[in-house]
């Protein structure tokens, strides 16, 4: 079964901590991969998304990084400020199939001042 | 470009009753997706179009849930005699398919069935 997994639900950190989220999925015959950003209440706002041919992408104070073989992929936050606090998803779109993403269950994150 | 618009953001009502939810995608997106998301998971996928044909339901999609996309452009979802379990935010997406199929997502209803 094609699965993601997002560890740890939950994170809390002071600001300006440079701050690592995990996404972990079961299939390594990925089409590609996109991290989305959720507020409370809201839909979902997209970071950045990474094609099965490239191992990261950078936005800002964002880099995620791709490593298929393991079946990984990261969120690097720098610097963070309390306004990056929210849910982090990330969504996994699979070769083969209808391109219809499947999401982890997300990571909360709250940056204190 | 507007981004992916949803009617009603919120809608209250009564066990039994019928609602109906609208996602306007991105112009000229061919790809509309509807999701539900329940406290503390992940969006979880209900049913797509490529334009106006209605592509794949998931096995979540009970009978009582309908789609349509008329003319390949807004759609809406209908849910008949609402149950409590039915309580969710309903999330529309949009994306051109090709490419990265990367989804864009409007603000979703949040429905509550009391």
């Known amino acids: 079964k094609q699965e993601v997994t997002q560890i740890p639900a939950a994170l809390s950190v002071p600001e300006g901590e440079n701050l690592v989220l995990n996404c972990s999925f079961t299939d390594s015959a990925i089409y590609n991969l996109q991290w989305f950003r959720q507020d409370p209440g809201k839909g979902l706002t997209s970071l950045l998304l990474?094609?099965?041919?490239?191992r990261e992408q950078t936005s800002g104070r964002l880099n995620a990084s791709l490593d298929k073989s393991s079946g990984r992929s990261t969120l690097y936050i720098a610097a963070s400020q309390p306004g990056d606090s929210a849910t982090y998803l990330c969504a996994v779109t699979w070769s083969g199939g209808s391109y219809i993403p499947t999401f982890g269950r997300g990571t909360s994150l709250i940056v204190h001042p | 470009d507007t981004g992916v618009s949803q009617n009603p953001r919120h809608k209250i009502t009564k066990r039994g009753q019928n609602v109906t939810f609208r996602c306007d995608p991105i112009s000229e997106h061919n790809r509309l997706y509807w999701y539900r998301q329940t406290l503390g998971q992940g969006p979880e996928f209900l049913t797509y179009?490529?334009?106006?044909?209605?592509?794949?339901k998931s096995r979540l999609l009970s009978d009582r849930f309908s789609a349509e996309r008329p003319k390949g452009s807004f759609s809406t979802l209908e849910i008949q005699r609402t149950e409590q379990g039915d309580s969710a935010m309903y999330l529309c997406?949009?994306?051109?398919?090709?490419?990265?199929?990367?989804?864009?997502f409007g603000p979703g209803t949040r429905l509550t069935v009391t």
């Open positions: 997406a949009s994306s051109l398919s090709g490419i990265t199929y990367e989804q864009y």
């Open positions: 179009f490529q334009n106006e044909a209605q592509l794949e």
């Open positions: 990474i094609q099965s041919s490239q």
